[in-house]
């Protein structure tokens, strides 16, 4: 993010509104992790508190540092804000974020352009918002501020964004005077300034729409920028909407029992989802399943895959598909090393397994993957295979061992680390070690178990995130580029995102450039019925953000959706764009840790551009049926039942019900929607019709149209 020139900038403690310890030197925040004392800290945990830096000299300012204690503290920023400005009295947000309960200092991005200009501050702003105790004051360590405070270019900076202002205070004015039909003032101050208050096609929008009223027109117009492309932006940042079928096998035939820590995989140019082991709640399982999406049946390939060749009966393994060529890799099981009299049956062996889907043949690759430069036996781990390269990645997870001294066995948690095995050479490879592993000739990363590994085979990196570090939560995310040995660590500065302790299972759109994440259970040691929350979110790696789709918070019966769960998998046909789920541990009839064996379907939808299309015929048509009411009731029963009733969807219940209440309108009041003026005149008509210009206008870009901000709303009343 830091360009040439850039640098690290002096400051000084301006103002705050608690107390600042007498003993940092000059007002400056000083970098001592060591020094209990060393810090600003508020008075109470009652904002509004804030802290103001002043610079030594205005800069562009892209990042900021802040230091903690040796230790993690309750004092510590959860959740905080930074402002800046030229002015303490005129600042804008920059970040919004909050720092992790660890002593690992931090580096946040800020804001620091706007309409594609940088701007200077002269001040910056922390505001605490919430410390991680909740009785707790706030402190802030140690503050470091990097940016460019060249003279000429600062100067050139604040230059333009002086420009952009005095621009946009143009543009309200504009919108103010278009808005109350003050023509004249705006065709003058228009021509004065030479400044376009949008793009020419919505200001041919307003006019047919706005000052003619024709309603045809400004259809036709809604129409052409949709063939432009100009409302595609809209329909990008659009929120995803979650779409579940229950799959209902075809009558009288077989399909798997219930289970959670089962495995699955698709085949999207077969339409093939495959499925393999799992725990029933009393013995691990060892059958193989195929269903066939386009017939809507299950079928057991193998009822015992050991006797087949290949895998006993196992859970909490990691299988993956190599479609290209039809091969399904198994690796990895749990092993209950706290159960004494089947100590002597375990195997702590790694074993390793492939699957022809074509054939129907099991084959063992190695019973021990260690003995081969591999990782050892896993349990909650991840694997993901890059298909042109025919090589497949394990990562993490937590190793299966124990120790016997004498008669007391001991048992030991270690996390595994990066590995990657080619295929056609059966060759494995330590990519990554743990960062607490003592070999320093390998490069380390932080390990840890029931995180997600998804690859991205465009731009040849995996994405990891989320997981467990024994009792910490590992809530990072990470790229590592499987070409070049390249880890790098993303940042998502939204203040909502999901939670890392919650298990979860993933899936990847390399086309859409997303993260589909369904989360499960709360916290894994509280299994407890109110701690199920489902909960789906996306991530936007373009944009590097996460939104949250949907929640679901009970287990009460609901057929239009699955019941909130863990321990489930979700698989993605990147194909046709569908996730399928089965099974997993649920809270049914109040009996706690409940296998299921339901299958479901998940569709994302978007709005669509016909959707987007007709939602903007129905706001234009809806005010027109409104203000035939008021000139002509008869045309207006006429205009509802042909042009009005068109727009709708009728096979939607909710748009159905919309419709006849605007039908039920012909025999209410309309005086109601034109408040604003005490008599139905053409100014009356100007300002309705103004409001749905500007619901039309949010569909554009905004760099595309007026300002959004109303004069009229700036004005402050001194009280």
């Keep these: 993010m830091s360009n040439v020139g850039d640098q690290f900038l002096k400051y000084s403690i301006h103002k705050y509104s608690s107390y600042t310890p007498p003993h940092v030197p000059e007002n400056i925040l000083c970098d001592e992790p060591h020094d209990q004392s060393s810090r600003w800290s508020s008075e109470s945990n009652n904002p509004p508190q804030f802290l103001i830096l002043k610079l030594d000299y205005p800069a562009i300012i892209k990042e900021i540092t802040f230091g903690k204690f040796q230790k993690h503290h309750i004092c510590d920023m959860k959740k905080f804000n930074v402002f800046g400005g030229m002015s303490e009295n005129n600042m804008i947000e920059l970040c919004n974020s909050g720092l992790k309960c660890d002593n690992a200092a931090e580096t946040f991005i800020l804001k620091h352009s706007t309409n594609n200009h940088q701007f200077p501050c002269r001040y910056i702003k922390i505001m605490p918002i919430q410390s991680w105790g909740p009785s707790y004051n706030f402190s802030i360590w140690y503050v470091k501020l990097k940016g460019n405070n060249d003279p000429i270019q600062v100067k050139d900076a604040l230059n333009k964004f002086y420009e952009y202002r005095e621009k946009l205070a143009i543009c309200l004015c504009l919108k103010h005077f278009r808005q109350y039909h003050y023509t004249e003032a705006f065709e003058a101050l228009q021509r004065k300034t030479k400044v376009s208050l949008e793009h020419p096609l919505l200001s041919e929008l307003h006019e047919a729409l706005v000052v003619r009223g024709d309603f045809v027109a400004s259809e036709d117009l809604i129409k052409e920028s949709m063939e432009k492309g100009l409302l595609m932006d809209y329909l990008e940042k659009q929120s995803y909407s979650p779409k579940w079928t229950q799959i209902i096998p075809a009558p009288d035939t077989p399909k798997p029992g219930i289970r959670s820590g089962h495995q699955m995989c698709v085949d999207p140019q077969t339409e093939t989802i495959y499925l393999f082991g799992g725990w029933d709640g009393s013995k691990d399982l060892a059958d193989l ?99 042109e390269k025919n090589t497949i990645y394990v990562f993490g997870g937590k190793i299966t061992s124990f120790s016997v001294n004498d008669t007391r066995r001991q048992e030991r948690e270690k996390l595994s680390g990066l590995y990657s095995y080619h295929v056609p050479t059966n060759t494995w490879t330590l990519l990554r070690e743990d960062i607490s592993s003592s070999k320093n000739d390998v490069p380390k990363i932080r390990s840890r178990a029931n995180h997600s590994m998804l690859f991205h085979w465009e731009s040849r990196q995996l994405y990891i995130f989320g997981g467990r570090r024994g009792k910490e939560n590992v809530d990072d995310m990470l790229t590592y580029n499987v070409d070049t040995d390249e880890l790098k660590r993303l940042r998502d500065d939204n203040q909502e995102m999901p939670a890392s302790e919650y298990t979860h299972t993933a899936t990847i759109d390399v086309e859409l450039n997303e993260i589909h994440v369904l989360y499960g259970i709360n916290r894994e040691r509280e299994r407890r019925s109110e701690a199920l929350k489902n909960s789906l979110w996306v991530y936007s790696i373009k944009e590097m953000k996460w939104s949250c789709i949907c929640r679901r918070e009970d287990s009460s019966s609901n057929h239009s959706e699955p019941c909130p769960r863990y321990a489930m998998q979700l698989v993605y046909d990147h194909v046709h764009r569908i996730h399928y789920v089965f099974g997993g541990n649920s809270c049914r009839n109040h009996v706690l840790n409940s296998r299921l064996n339901d ?72 005086e109601k929607d034109f408040e604003y003026y005490p008599n139905f005149d053409d100014s009356k008509r100007f300002f309705i019709r103004s409001r749905v210009f500007d619901s039309l206008a949010q569909y554009f870009p905004e760099d595309m149209t007026q300002p959004k901000d109303d004069l009229i709303n700036l004005i402050q009343l001194n009280m």
Aim: with cysteine; hydrophobic share 35%.
């Design 289 to 387: 399943w195929s269903f066939n999406i386009q017939t809507n049946t299950w079928t057991c390939l193998n009822q015992n895959t050991a006797s087949e060749g290949g895998p006993s009966a196992r859970s909490c393994h990691r299988m993956c598909l190599d479609h290209k060529r039809k091969k399904l890799f198994v690796l990895g099981r749990f092993a209950d090393l706290s159960n004494e009299k089947s100590l002597l049956d375990i195997s702590l062996k790694s074993d390793f397994y492939v699957y022809d889907t074509e054939s129907n043949k099991w084959q063992i690759i190695m019973d021990d993957t260690a003995s081969m430069g591999g990782p050892r036996l896993l349990q909650h781990y991840q694997m993901a295979m890059d298909i």
């Design 599 to 670: 299958f479901w379907s998940l569709k994302l939808c978007k709005l669509g551009e016909a959707d987007l299309l007709r939602n903007c015929q129905k706001l234009i048509r809806e005010y027109c049926f409104r203000e035939k009411i008021m000139d002509d009731p008869v045309d207006a029963v006429r205009y509802l039942r042909n042009e009005l009733s068109e727009a709708f969807d009728h096979s939607d219940p909710n748009e159905r019900i919309e419709l006849g209440l605007l039908a039920a309108s012909l025999f209410k009041s309309q």
